[in-house]
């Protein structure tokens, strides 16, 4: 299973000789030379040597970036048989906002899809999920700026607000990524209001090329099977932790019932804070053991 | 302009100067060769400069200089490494069957050149497929199928049970 993980290994512990820099400094200075007329040539070099040592101390930086997007990375391969490498999930877009008001970092995924079976769905998994993202920020500066608005109206001062620091965060999370399955959580979440969290969850099918559901992984009689172990899970953690949960208030388990899958390729049932509990229990999980 | 783009070539080349030394040497397999590719790509992109359309460019076409310089090498030395015969590759074609079933590198450095370049630029340098796709010349769709058909020839190669 960790096979490509090793080949990269080998691949990356390939030596580097010593000579190597002085071969490309070489060119580089061989170039400059053939370049720039005798007068200019010293300025030149000397220009050069700059941008060198400044390309030395960003190659610092980078792989100090690399290391962390490489542990991601191989953790990605690791897990994963070779065939099941046949999607992957890229930071398609990320960015950093810093305004007067707020500070807003937004993480959007990508689906990268080798399989031509499949490159439909990757068009409309990622438009799905781009809209999501997008649409929570938008929502969430929208509800910053009325929160704001309404501060100020109600005799809060300008100081007083900058004290907020109002941050809108949008990221996503792989949960699990087998030869079968794909599941994403993709979240946002706004530090000054605890209500507005949201997380969306993404299961695709790498086999079937779909989404899915979970009456795929536990058939036809999904919702009874799931609604009843999550009341015997409910029960057992009332009895464990004291903690009292609104079963009788809750309609079931559905098509439209939150889960995502985890790396032993069983559903896991979320319910959002208040959903089934009170909100100081935060969100419950239930795994539907197979 | 021009100037400033040409200082960003060197600065890039000048950074990852490993990374293209592992790609060649993957490919030609032993120091003095790898060394010459990387230092007649610099040579030659340095030269052709002016080809080079904008800072966005710089990496895809530089990894064509270098993969190209690769290929130019071994047809000179006239033993193209990974041709169907398999004729020069260190591990003799046998031991495929059961021994080197754990080398997956090995047995990616006796696929056909397109899919080994592709399965390559992804996994061990980490590119986009779009890159790849621009780098090889190479439409999306037939980069992403060539290596789906590569990972199932490896999955085989490899003796990779299908099955959760």
């Known amino acids: 299973m960790r096979r490509m993980a090793q080949a990269k290994q080998k691949y990356d512990s390939i030596p580097?000789?010593?000579?190597?820099?002085?071969?490309?400094?070489?060119?580089?200075?061989?170039?400059?030379?053939?370049?720039?007329?005798?007068k200019k040539r010293m300025r030149r070099i000397q220009r050069m040597r700059r941008?060198?040592?400044?390309?030395?101390?960003?190659?610092?930086?980078?792989?100090?970036?690399?290391?962390?997007?490489?542990?991601?990375?191989?953790?990605?391969?690791?897990?994963?048989?070779?065939?099941?490498?046949?999607?992957?999930?890229?930071?398609?877009?990320?960015?950093?906002?810093?305004?007067?008001?707020?500070?807003?970092?937004?993480?959007?995924?990508?689906?990268?899809m080798i399989s031509e079976e499949l490159s439909g769905l990757e068009d409309k998994i990622n438009e799905e999920i781009h809209g999501f993202c997008e649409q929570y920020a938008e929502g969430a500066v929208e509800r910053a700026e009325e929160y704001k608005k309404a501060f100020l109206e109600t005799g809060g001062t300008q100081e007083e607000?900058?004290?907020?620091?109002?941050?809108?965060?949008?990221?996503?999370?792989?949960?699990?990524?087998?030869?079968?399955?794909?599941?994403?959580?993709?979240?946002?979440?706004?530090?000054?209001?605890?209500?507005?969290?949201?997380?969306?969850?993404?299961?695709?099918?790498?086999?079937?090329?779909?989404?899915?559901?979970?009456?795929?992984?536990?058939?036809e009689d999904y919702a009874r099977i799931a609604g009843k172990s999550i009341l015997q899970q409910t029960e057992q953690r009332e009895k464990e932790t004291g903690l009292e949960f609104w079963t009788d208030q809750w309609d079931g388990v559905?098509?439209?019932?939150?889960?995502?899958?985890?790396?032993?390729?069983?559903?896991?049932?979320?319910?959002?804070?208040?959903?089934?509990?009170?909100?100081?229990?935060?969100?419950?999980?239930?795994?539907?053991?197979? | 302009?021009?100037?400033?783009?040409?200082?960003?070539?060197?600065?890039?080349?000048?950074?990852?100067?490993?990374?293209?030394?592992?790609?060649?040497?993957?490919?030609?397999?032993?120091?003095?060769?790898?060394?010459?590719?990387?230092?007649?790509?610099?040579?030659?992109?340095?030269?052709?400069?002016?080809?080079?359309?904008?800072?966005?460019?710089?990496?895809?076409?530089?990894y064509k200089i270098v993969l190209n310089e690769c290929f130019a090498l071994l047809r000179a030395k006239n033993r193209m490494v990974l041709t169907d015969e398999d004729s020069c590759c260190e591990t003799p074609y046998e031991e495929t069957g059961f021994q080197s079933h754990d080398d997956l590198y090995a047995e990616i450095n006796r696929m056909e050149n397109d899919v080994q370049n592709i399965?390559?630029?992804?996994?061990?340098?980490?590119?986009?497929?779009?890159?790849i796709a621009g780098i090889l010349k190479m439409n999306l769709n037939t980069v992403k199928a060539k290596l789906y058909r590569g990972l199932k020839t490896l999955r085989v190669a490899i003796g990779e049970e299908g099955g959760v």
């Open chain 1, 51 to 112: 941008a060198v040592v400044a390309a030395a101390s960003a190659a610092a930086v980078l792989f100090m970036v690399g290391v962390n997007t490489s542990e991601v990375f191989a953790r990605e391969m690791s897990d994963v048989p070779v065939l099941g490498a046949i999607a992957r999930i890229v930071t398609f877009r990320s960015y950093d906002t810093e305004t007067e008001d707020m500070n807003i970092s937004v993480e959007i995924p990508g689906v990268e």
């Open chain 1, 254 to 290: 559905d098509e439209s019932t939150k889960f995502y899958i985890n790396d032993a390729g069983n559903p896991v049932i979320v319910f959002e804070k208040y959903e089934i509990a009170p909100g100081a229990a935060g969100e419950q999980e239930f795994e539907i053991v197979k």
């Open chain 2, 1 to 62: 302009m021009k100037e400033e783009l040409y200082d960003k070539l060197v600065a890039y080349i000048v950074e990852n100067q490993n990374k293209f030394y592992r790609l060649a040497y993957s490919y030609v397999k032993n120091q003095d060769d790898a060394l010459d590719v990387v230092q007649n790509a610099v040579c030659k992109a340095l030269e052709h400069y002016g080809d080079l359309r904008n800072e966005q460019a710089i990496k895809t076409w530089f």
């Open chain 1, 161 to 219: 607000w900058a004290e907020h620091h109002i941050a809108i965060k949008v990221w996503y999370e792989v949960k699990s990524y087998t030869d079968r399955y794909l599941s994403l959580a993709v979240a946002g979440s706004e530090n000054w209001s605890n209500a507005y969290h949201e997380t969306k969850y993404y299961n695709l099918d790498l086999r079937e090329g779909k989404w899915v559901t979970l009456e795929d992984i536990l058939g």
């Open chain 2, 119 to 131: 399965i390559k630029l992804r996994f061990f340098e980490e590119l986009q497929l779009s890159e």
């Open chain 1, 16 to 38: 580097i000789p010593g000579e190597l820099s002085e071969r490309v400094m070489q060119e580089v200075e061989k170039a400059n030379i053939q370049r720039s007329g005798k």
